[in-house]
T-cell receptor, first 111, second 113 residues
Framework: GEDVEQSLFLSVREGDSSVINCTYT??????LYWYKQEPGAGLQLLTY?????DMKQDQRLTVLLNKKDKHLSLRIADTQTGDSAIYFC???????????FGKGTTLSVSS | AAGVIQSPRHLIKEKRETATLKCYPI?????VYWYQQGPGQDPQFLIS???????DKGSIPDRFSAQQFSDYHSELNMSSLELGDSALYFC????????????FGDGTRLSIL
């Protein structure tokens, strides 16, 4: 069945780079997403990549997509304490009509 | 830029009561999605609408129903509420059915006492 998997926790020091990894099973050829959720808050669309791209860079964020291995990663450069949050990877279901979310990676940034 | 608006932001109900959550999509977005996020869980897809017609259904209980109106806003109706319905309910919208990024609202936090 459709599944999205990501590691649950990542701890880094302020100023380091953070890399959050995600694997997915089935996906229609549309977008793959990273969402950020701070405690008690909503889902913020952080960035997304179209499935025909390998890489997308947006300021401190770099998304890498390996479509052959169905692997998506999010790199945050110069990680700040304000980046501490839960990061969800999301991929379309097989029909492309809804998003399947991973369990979320809790990023903890220490100063 | 305009975002997805959800109301109310917080709602407290008792068991067996009913609740209605509202979602106003981004202007010119014709597709609306509803998701449920339980405490410490990832969001789970409930139901979606495209051009006022139901387009897909996920893990939505029979006690819940939803519709999309002519102005594209959507309402999620929940009846016979149970303790397990306590969750954050998100609405998302996009242009075109599943081909464009989904933008989420801030969610409605529903608490069942």
């Amino acid at each position: 069945g459709e599944d999205v998997e990501q590691s649950l926790f990542l701890s880094v020091r302020e100023g380091d780079s953070s890399v959050i990894n995600c694997t997915y099973t089935d996906s229609s050829s549309t977008y793959l997403y990273w969402y950020k959720q701070e405690p008690g808050a909503g889902l913020q669309l952080l960035t997304y990549i179209f499935s025909n791209m390998d890489m997308k860079q947006d300021q401190r964020l770099t998304v890498l997509l390996n479509k052959k291995d169905k692997h998506l990663s999010l790199r945050i450069a110069d990680t700040q304490t304000g980046d501490s949050a839960i990061y969800f990877c999301a991929a379309p279901n097989q029909a492309g009509t809804a998003l399947i979310f991973g369990k979320g990676t809790t990023l903890s940034v220490s100063s | 830029a305009a975002g997805v608006i959800q109301s109310p932001r917080h709602l407290i109900k008792e068991k067996r009561e009913t609740a209605t959550l509202k979602c106003y999509p981004i202007p010119r977005h014709d597709t609306v999605y509803w998701y449920q996020q339980g405490p410490g869980q990832d969001p789970q897809f409930l139901i979606s609408f495209y051009e006022k017609m139901q387009s897909d259904k996920g893990s939505i209980p029979d006690r819940f129903s939803a519709q999309q109106f002519s102005d594209y806003h959507s309402e999620l109706n929940m009846s016979s509420l149970e303790l397990g319905d306590s969750a954050l309910y998100f609405c998302a919208s996009s242009t075109g059915q599943w081909t464009q990024p989904q933008h989420f609202g801030d969610g409605t936090r529903l608490s069942i006492l």
